[in-house]
């Protein structure tokens, strides 16, 4: 396997007092404590797990906000110890992996060889396994859909022992819901990935200003063609700068360059920042100078990927500026019927709750079908954004957005979520049941039990 690029720590704290080492979500809310399980061979499970009676789950890189990569009391298969390169062929772009690996050691080693992820999400230290189990989107997903579209096959292991080969064609179904499936339909030890030639490490880069969701959705409309497009938008102010942004598109150059691996990240956020460095004021400084740091109307560049795709890389553990008490995401996707006006109704409830988001992101979402059966993205608006948790005023309005977002005919992600209820889940996602016949009896997340009161049948 590559080993140019060290992952940070992934889910896994340093405890400091003896005991269950604890596993963090991203968002680092809810704390709880499991028993982790390495699996470092395919063959591990399910034997690891022998004799268990609290359910357990495989995790990654722990890269998920809220607790789909948790589980309270019972056992994290922690994966990112089976991470070896099995087989890649220059020809077709097919690279197969154990599932452990993360997207960073992907690149690693595919870059110099000309190849690229058919989709990223905005950090790439996240494992193959997670990339499916959440069937993760990227800014392409307009023109590629989502990383299981790109899944040609992988194993699934369960723990009664038995194994599938997973593709479009052999057991289909498990395919379908294992992609999106949460973790829960078994283990994949491993898949294969159909990357995409690149011959360049650039982006011809261009950021767009805008002024409200009418500009958003005509530069929407205008980028079609081109590969990758996201917005940055300001959900502080009102009035009219209400919606304002700045709209990044981007294609691969197709200049040739050198294609080296990426240099190591050096600057890691140290210690948990206090409660009040996120604020109102902070947050509402640093989305004028975000807008106005792009002086221009209209700007372009020649830009590596590594600042494009993954700004927030740069500093590791950055999560910490949100202090001990943890961030949470809210990120909805809104058909298009009603995604204009969805929109516009819940960052005008934002403006007004006076709850800071300091990083917002809009994107459409594109009409490629994803091949998971509770694949989140769908043909419409998604908007992402990031709270610092405070107890008495975040919850409240979280429950307020989810439930627009249920009126508007939207629906919740859950590798964001911590907070979305059991009704809003199950008319989010009416097709849960039928998904729950795939659950491996075994395996359970807190977010799975949250949502559906259901625990492991042993
Ligand atoms: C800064 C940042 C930016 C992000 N941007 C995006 C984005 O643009 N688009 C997007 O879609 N997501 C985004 N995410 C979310 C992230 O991509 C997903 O949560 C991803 O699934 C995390 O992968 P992981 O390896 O950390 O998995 P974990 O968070 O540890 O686990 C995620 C899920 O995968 C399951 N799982 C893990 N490994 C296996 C396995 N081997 N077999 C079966 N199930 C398994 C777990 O049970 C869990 O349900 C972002 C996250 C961060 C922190």
């Not at 022998?50 to 990569?69: E, F, K, T, W």
């Not at 989709?119 to 959440?134: D, F, M, R």
């Not at 992988?154 to 289909?172: A, I, Q, V, W």
Request: proline share 9%; glycine share 10%.
């Amino acid at each position: 396997m590559p080993q140019t690029s060290t992952a940070p720590a992934a889910g896994i704290q340093s405890p400091e007092t003896p005991g269950p080492a604890p596993f963090e979500s991203w968002g680092r809310y809810p704390t709880y404590s499991g028993k982790i399980v390495p699996l470092n061979w395919q063959g591990d499970f399910p034997a690891a797990t022998a004799g268990i009676h609290n359910g357990a789950l495989p995790v990654g890189m722990g890269r998920s906000y809220g607790d789909v990569c948790l589980l309270k009391d019972g056992n994290l298969l922690l994966t990112t110890g089976m991470n070896r390169l099995l087989d890649f062929d220059p020809a077709t772009g097919l690279l197969t992996a154990e599932s452990g690996i993360t997207l960073a050691q992907i690149l690693d080693f595919a870059v110099p060889r000309g190849f690229f992820l058919p989709v990223t999400p905005g950090t790439k230290y996240v494992t193959l396994g997670g990339a499916i189990a959440n069937d993760i989107h990227g800014k392409n997903h307009h023109v590629a859909g989502t990383f299981g579209s790109h899944v040609t096959q992988f194993g699934l292991m369960r723990s009664d022992g038995t194994y599938r080969l997973c593709s479009p064609t052999e057991n289909p179904d498990w395919y379908s819901a294992t992609i999106g499936g949460l973790g829960l339909t078994g283990v994949i030890p491993w898949a294969t990935l159909r990357m995409k030639p690149i011959v360049s490490r650039k982006i011809d880069y261009e950021g767009i200003q805008f002024h409200g969701i009418d500009e958003f959705l005509d530069l929407t409309r205008q980028s079609e063609k081109i590969e990758y497009t996201v917005s940055w938008v300001d959900c502080v102010s009102t009035g009219k700068n209400f919606a304002r942004g700045v709209f990044m598109q981007g294609d691969h150059s197709s200049v040739p360059d050198e294609l080296k691996p990426s240099p190591e990240p050096k600057l890691v956020f140290p210690f948990d920042a206090p409660g009040f460095a996120l604020n109102a004021f902070t947050v509402s400084a640093f989305n004028t100078v975000f807008f106005h740091k792009q002086m221009k109307p209209r700007v372009t560049a020649l830009q590596d990927y590594e600042p494009f795709f993954y700004p927030l890389d740069k500093v590791l553990h950055w999560n910490r500026l949100y202090g001990k008490s943890g961030l949470l995401q809210f990120q909805y996707a809104i058909p298009w019927d009603s995604a204009r006006e969805g929109t516009i109704a819940i960052l005008g409830e934002v403006a007004k709750s006076g709850l800071a988001s300091f990083l917002a992101v809009l994107k459409a979402f594109g009409d490629v079908p994803s091949p998971g059966m509770m694949s989140f993205p769908q043909p419409g608006i998604t908007l992402a954004l990031d709270f610092p948790i405070k107890p008495n005023l975040s919850f409240p309005l979280f429950e307020r957005l989810a439930d627009m977002t249920r009126d508007y005919g939207g629906r919740l992600y859950p590798a964001k979520d911590a907070a979305m209820t059991a009704p809003q889940f199950q008319t989010f996602y009416p097709q849960w049941e039928q998904f729950a016949r795939y659950r491996d009896p075994m395996l359970t997340s807190s977010f799975w039990e949250r949502v559906t009161g259901d625990s492991p049948t042993l």
